[in-house]
């Protein structure tokens, strides 16, 4: 055999064993059974962006945002009767299976979790970095040492400071934390970020823009003496005369509130992203 003869073997081996996703039937896709009084739960590892069910015959609703439902409208259907195709786009691959009907409710499928044989790779526009990215970002921000020294507030015996500010691809990764002097635990109520003026005048109305967080990385409800969280949000720009503030606010009855400002010249001197910026230093 010559060396063109192997070259065309091997090239005809990769063909035979990798399958491919060019076009399918519904017959070549993961067909689930389904009934109308049963509730079909799929799960997916990540973040559902975009879910489409070909026909009205099924109802379908998303109520986390990795989980959806779906359960045929009514039961007037033949055993094996194809009711849907069911499209589902994550935040980095895409899923497609056939709905087919069952008269007997054992053989409904009520539990499915996307399985990685059946993950179609899928470079979604519309993500620039997915939720696990931006996880692992963040973890590796959270470990890393304090480059902002001068960014701080202080009340009611605490401190909060700006540790880091990070710019990943569309975001900013800001890292912030609480030292509390006192004995009273702090139990969260909600952290907030706005943008707002930098002075406000009683002759002018202060507008403020609530901005909503893309990630938080700690989900901690309540500290003692130390809190350390980053959150990532969109990429923005901002006038000099306007301020980025991130405020800690306590549930009553107690009530207490911290708030940093952060200043567009510190935002400007955002570092870019990478390993070397995260060693000690």
């Not at 055999?1 to 073997?9: E, G, L, R, Y």
């Not at 970095?129 to 973890?139: C, I, K």
């Not at 990070?166 to 970020?193: C, H, K, L, P, Q």
Request: hydrophobic share 35%; with cysteine; charged share 25%.
């Amino acid at each position: 055999m010559n060396i063109k003869q192997k070259i065309a073997a091997l090239a005809w081996g990769l063909l035979t064993v990798c399958p491919t996703f060019a076009q399918q039937t519904y017959e070549e896709m993961e067909q689930i059974t389904v009934n109308e009084q049963v509730t079909t739960v799929i799960t997916a590892s990540e973040p559902i962006r975009f879910v489409d069910i070909s026909t009205d015959k099924l109802a379908g609703d998303q109520p986390i945002n990795n989980t959806i439902r779906l359960k045929p409208k009514e039961g007037a259907h033949e055993d094996g009767e194809v009711l849907a195709i069911v499209t589902i786009v994550t935040e980095r691959y895409r899923t497609q299976y056939a709905l087919l009907y069952t008269t007997r409710m054992k053989e409904a499928v009520s539990d499915k979790e996307i399985q990685l044989m059946e993950r179609q790779t899928y470079r979604n526009p519309a993500v620039s970095l997915s939720t696990e990215e931006m996880y692992r970002y963040a973890r590796q921000i959270w470990t890393s040492p304090a480059k902002f020294r001068n960014v701080s507030s202080k009340q009611h015996r605490m401190t909060m400071r700006l540790n880091n500010v990070y710019a990943v691809g569309d975001y900013f990764f800001i890292d912030y934390s609480i030292e509390n002097r006192t004995n009273i635990r702090f139990d969260i109520d909600e952290m907030r970020i706005k943008l707002a003026d930098k002075k406000v005048s009683k002759a002018t109305n202060s507008q403020i823009i609530e901005l909503k967080p893309e990630m938080t990385l700690e989900q901690t409800k309540s500290f003692l003496h130390g809190y350390r969280n980053v959150i990532a949000i969109k990429k923005l720009t901002f006038p000099n005369d306007k301020v980025l503030s991130i405020e800690m606010s306590e549930k009553q009855i107690s009530g207490r509130t911290i708030t940093i400002n952060i200043d567009y010249e510190d935002v400007l001197s955002a570092d870019s992203f990478n390993n070397a910026l995260l060693r000690e230093e």
